[in-house]
């Protein structure tokens, strides 16, 4: 594929992928391929409530640069808004009061715009807002806001933030005010009923509190596309921002990683309401749709808006919307920097006794655990112990060990652990210090199959409890929900039951799918096996291996080719998020350092 070239500079800062839930499709690494190949050198991604892209966005990042390829990535989130917190918590208690035995659904957010737009429920009522990282300091604060916004007093279906929360972190960021359902627009869905005085009145106080946080890093955000009320929003945002002196963008609010898959978009959209909405049928062709979202260049932008206030009926001054479509590129070139997100690893502190140092203390606990076992004598495990602690030492890992014995210490106190296997049983250290159980000498086990002095990877020490709900709950009791954190899980949409979803959309008979779905894997997993030179043993096909060697499935997607498109593009997009059952992280003031979200019922 040869890159496109744009005239006209641009970035497009407000950029979704299927981390905003059946809202988006396509990874991070989709919609910066396309991005590059149509002629952009930097992109946005700016996922519905939550940062969970930026590890993937960080790692096509370095893949990218490692081929030679110039491209800024930019982090950043749409985030949930309510002017006040304090007001809705108010609401929020009163109307929770009247249903205490109703549970509250913390696991997913998908994002419903019409909702956000004409809601007339205050609990669910929330506005867009862009906010970007400009550098580290801006991305810690991005974290510290996102984990806020999830506490359960900020959450109800979705998390929000607010005036206050902003200003206390507003540092290194740059704000603008998104799209239909932004900041503005919500001014103009409330008051366009009483009048046009109405809306700039509402509009020019939310253009002063987030001026008066933001100063110059505040944007007006206009997009081009055929809706009407787009183009009433984008006149009232223009004339208010002139008289603010708030200087404005245009940006593509990209849904989709290619121009072709605004149907399958729309049908990953279907697929998180089925079940809880009436769904009428897909749109036939992009102009049903009245918009395009895919990650365009400045061509494309210019092109957009000719064509759409056009059709639309809409006059606008030219220079200050070629204005806006080239500020983009300014901003994402002179007031973002590109930078690694700090990836440093914070272990507690306070596993450490106050006045002495993690390697002393460190020493310290294993000659304890020597004396415990009557090994303070013997000569070969003294010296294979100085050996090893001068290894964790000069890795830096001192401190890895002391949190190691601090979780084993509460895990074997209530209840029954495991004595230790993989490499980490070949470590003196780890046996008296009690983190295992089996004597690495005796055993002639190595501690260099654990640790080398001369090697980069982080000690693994695999550990086994019999109750570890038990032990995360004890732990972050102990140390603080700041400081015990949950891994989440990302579910992802799997052949069978996306099969399944497509087809019922479709009104395909199930009796046709369900023989299809039965059939599929039992078909395929010995011909795959035996690419393999598999002979015994259970083995799972992948997606690919399904495809290639199923005849049924095959012979169904030829039948109904719509699915097979479908399928091959949604298979893998994400479907819901969970509390992963076996991993915690354990650090210090996580909340700075990376961005906490719900999962499972808690944070």
């Not at 800062?13 to 910066?32: Q, R």
């Not at 395009?292 to 809409?314: A, I």
């Not at 140390?479 to 899980?489: K, L, Y």
């Not at 992948?542 to 049924?552: G, I, L, P, Q, R």
């Amino acid at each position: 594929m040869t890159r496109k070239l744009s005239k006209i500079p641009f970035v497009n800062l407000h950029n979704h992928t299927t981390f905003s839930i059946f809202d988006a499709i396509g990874y991070p690494a989709d919609h910066m391929n396309f991005a590059y190949e149509n002629g952009s050198d930097a992109l946005a991604i700016t996922d519905h409530g939550n940062m969970s892209a930026l590890s993937y966005q960080v790692e096509h990042y370095k893949k990218m640069k490692a081929e030679g390829k110039e491209f800024k990535p930019i982090y950043g989130i749409e985030a949930y808004f309510l002017p006040s917190l304090s007001e809705w918590k108010a609401e929020y208690e009163e109307q929770q009061a009247q249903k205490k035995n109703k549970k509250k659904d913390m696991s997913l957010s998908i994002e419903d715009e019409e909702e956000s737009k004409k809601s007339k429920d205050f609990l669910r009522k929330r506005s867009h807002l862009i906010l970007l990282a400009q550098n580290q300091t801006g991305l810690n604060n991005l974290f510290q806001l996102v984990s806020k916004s999830y506490r359960t007093e900020n959450f109800y279906r979705y998390p929000r933030m607010d005036y206050d929360m902003l200003n206390e972190h507003s540092e290194g960021i740059i704000c603008a005010t998104a799209c239909l359902g932004g900041v503005f627009a919500q001014d103009y869905w409330e008051n366009r009923d009483a009048g046009p005085d109405a809306v700039r009145k509402a509009m020019r106080n939310t253009a002063q509190r987030f001026r008066e946080i933001f100063g110059q890093r505040f944007f007006g955000e206009l997009q081009w596309n055929a809706v009407p009320e787009q183009h009433e929003l984008n006149n009232y945002i223009i004339e208010v921002c002139e008289e603010f002196d708030v200087e404005l963008i245009s940006t593509a609010d990209a849904h989709y990683y290619h121009p072709d898959l605004w149907k399958e978009r729309e049908l990953y959209r279907a697929l998180g309401w089925m079940g809880k909405k009436d769904l009428a049928n897909l749109p036939e062709s992009r102009e049903d749709l009245k918009y395009e979202l895919y990650p365009k260049n400045g061509d494309q932008m210019w092109e957009s808006f000719k064509r759409y206030s056009k059709t639309s009926g809409v006059k606008y001054d030219e220079k200050v919307v070629l204005s806006s479509i080239e500020r983009t590129y300014d901003i994402a070139h002179r007031l973002i920097e590109e930078f690694v997100p700090d990836n440093t690893i914070r272990l507690p502190s306070f596993i450490v006794k106050e006045k002495e140092s993690e390697v002393a203390s460190l020493t310290k606990l294993c000659i304890e655990g020597l004396k415990e076992r009557n090994l303070q004598e013997n000569s070969e495990y003294i010296n294979r112990l100085k050996e090893e602690l001068c290894v964790i030492r000069d890795r830096g890992f001192a401190r890895y060990f002391l949190t190691m014995k601090a979780i084993s210490d509460r895990a074997a106190a209530t209840m029954a652990v495991g004595p230790g296997r993989g490499s980490a049983a070949g470590s003196l250290a780890a046996y008296v210090l009690g983190i295992t159980q089996i004597d690495p000498i005796r055993h002639g086990l190595l501690f260099s199959r654990f640790l080398r002095k001369d090697a980069k990877d982080y000690p693994d020490i695999d550990y086994d409890v019999s109750r570890p709900m038990e032990l995360k709950e004890k732990l972050a009791e102990e140390w603080g929900d700041n400081s015990v954190i949950p891994i989440s899980n990302y579910n992802t949409l799997k052949l069978r039951s996306l099969i399944k979803d497509i087809a019922k959309f479709y009104g395909v008979p199930f009796a046709e799918v369900n023989n299809v779905t039965g059939k599929m894997l039992h078909e395929a997993t010995p011909r795959a096996k035996k690419d393999h030179g598999i002979k015994a043993g259970v083995y799972v096909p992948t997606f690919e291996e399904v495809m290639k060697y199923s005849e049924s499935l095959q012979s169904f997607l030829a039948k109904h080719p719509q699915i097979k498109t479908h399928v091959l593009a949604l298979h893998g997009q994400i479907r819901s998020v969970s509390r992963h059952a076996g991993g915690i992280v354990v650090g210090e003031s996580l909340n700075e350092w990376m961005p906490l979200i719900n999962s499972g019922g808690g944070i």
